[in-house]
């Protein structure tokens, strides 16, 4: 028994198969069947694009087109339910044909009662039932494999930062020290030495204070760079916890400024308030795909700005670049595992669907504003306060009993590591 009502959709053009079909499928007691009746190639075409089919049953013949040209196109076309084709005249060979074709079942109306259509339905209802649940446990498979490359790389690159900011700060701090103990000698001998010195050796003097403070300057930008590679290398910590999302968007804007400096203008519009509990590890690796991808959309110069605020309980960071946009064609399928436009050896298509977990994860959104030739805009909203909630979000991929981590399905919208 199913446990709901089977929707049938049969693409037949004769009138007296298609009152056999129906009357065998009413003799199946206690089956709920509903069944649509297309009566030419056309009909059933439009009435397949509808969706909403649980199994097709597809004449072979349909005037001057045949049953497998119907499966081919309503496959292309995104159909997913499963499909049986019914013919006047067996044959090996078409059987074969109909199999090779995608098709669940291959039957003969001659020899066809209510028993052995009912058996054809159920099978391929049930085959296509697995083949789903394959796919999706497959996906998910795909899913918690990338997303754990992608949080070791995020680790190693951590640690490696963590020890650079380590040794660039032990001689920093050593010369930070000693500047300061000679500007404080300067200030002090200066006064007592200025009337003794030359016109020269006082010009000199005023020369070597203006380099000092210059290296003070210079100084203070290092230990600023230090301060920041800090900040990232924590930033793989997998706990739960407020953190500045400004010191974030810095930090990635550090790493970056290779790609940027001399070329793209990047405008930092910052709310007031930078604080948010997240995992700012995950919110981290959010950050520099959706920014990397900023700049990457950039050809020659351009303009990123970035934007946070608060409305209405949530966080939101936007990402807006100057690029050339994202077309229309494949914007739905930007958060698409595996999916970029990048060149072979330049995208994996993984960056922005771990991203789109991610904030899911959070409980929050990602969108994607675009126009092809005016640029993209990246908006993402993660619920404040979600400290003081019951059950706070797990990390993704979510754990047993956490919040979703599902990814968009292929079908639904949704790139990776750059469109």
């Not at 097709?56 to 496959?75: I, T």
Request: hydrophobic share 40%.
């Amino acid at each position: 028994m199913y446990d709901r009502q089977l929707n049938i959709l049969l693409v037949e053009d004769d009138k007296d198969d298609y009152i056999l079909v129906r009357d065998l499928l009413g003799e199946i007691e206690g089956e709920r069947f509903h069944l649509e009746w297309a009566s030419s190639y056309e009909a059933g075409m439009e009435a397949a694009r509808r969706q909403g089919h649980d199994v097709y049953l597809v004449d072979y013949r349909l005037g001057a087109r045949n049953g497998l040209e119907f499966l081919r196109e309503a496959s292309e076309k995104g159909c997913q339910a499963p499909m049986i084709l019914l013919t006047g005249q067996g044959g090996r060979e078409i059987d074969v044909e109909a199999m090779r074709a995608g098709a669940a079942d291959y039957l003969t109306k001659g020899q066809l009662d209510s028993a052995l259509l009912e058996r054809s339905i159920r099978y391929a209802v049930e085959q296509a039932r697995m083949m789903r649940e394959l796919e999706e446990a497959n996906r998910r498979l795909k899913e918690a494999q990338t997303h754990t490359v992608q949080s070791e790389k995020m680790a190693s690159l951590g640690q490696l930062v963590a020890g650079v900011a380590h040794e660039i700060n032990n001689p920093l701090s050593f010369i930070l020290s000693n500047v300061f103990t000679v500007e404080k000698g300067l200030d002090q001998i200066a006064p007592e030495a200025a009337p003794h010195l030359s016109e020269p050796s006082l010009r000199r003097l005023a020369k070597v204070r203006a380099r000092l403070g210059d290296m003070q300057t210079g100084l203070e930008q290092v230990k600023d760079l230090v301060l920041k590679l800090r900040t990232f290398s924590r930033l793989d910590e997998g706990e739960f916890k407020v953190a500045d999302v400004h010191e974030g968007i810095d930090s990635v804007l550090l790493f970056l400024k290779h790609k940027i400096d001399g070329r793209i203008q990047v405008e930092k519009q910052y709310g007031p308030v930078g604080a948010l509990a997240c995992f700012a590890g995950q919110l981290n690796q959010v950050l520099m795909n959706v920014i990397s991808n900023a700049v990457d959309a950039i050809e020659g110069e351009g303009k990123i700005t970035i934007a946070t605020g608060q409305e209405d309980g949530m966080f939101f960071i936007s990402v807006k670049d100057t690029g050339g946009g994202i077309p229309e064609a494949i914007r739905g399928r930007i958060f698409e595992p595996f999916f970029t436009t990048k060149p072979v050896g330049q995208g994996t298509g993984l960056g922005l669907a771990i991203s789109y977990g991610i904030v899911q994860a959070h409980r929050g959104s990602i969108e994607v504003r675009s126009k092809e030739g005016e640029g993209t805009e990246f908006i993402i909203q993660i619920p404040n306060n979600l400290e003081n909630r019951p059950n706070p979000p797990a990390p993704f991929p979510a754990r047993e009993g956490g919040a979703s981590s599902s990814l968009p399905s292929p079908f639904g919208g949704g790139d990776g590591g750059g469109v």
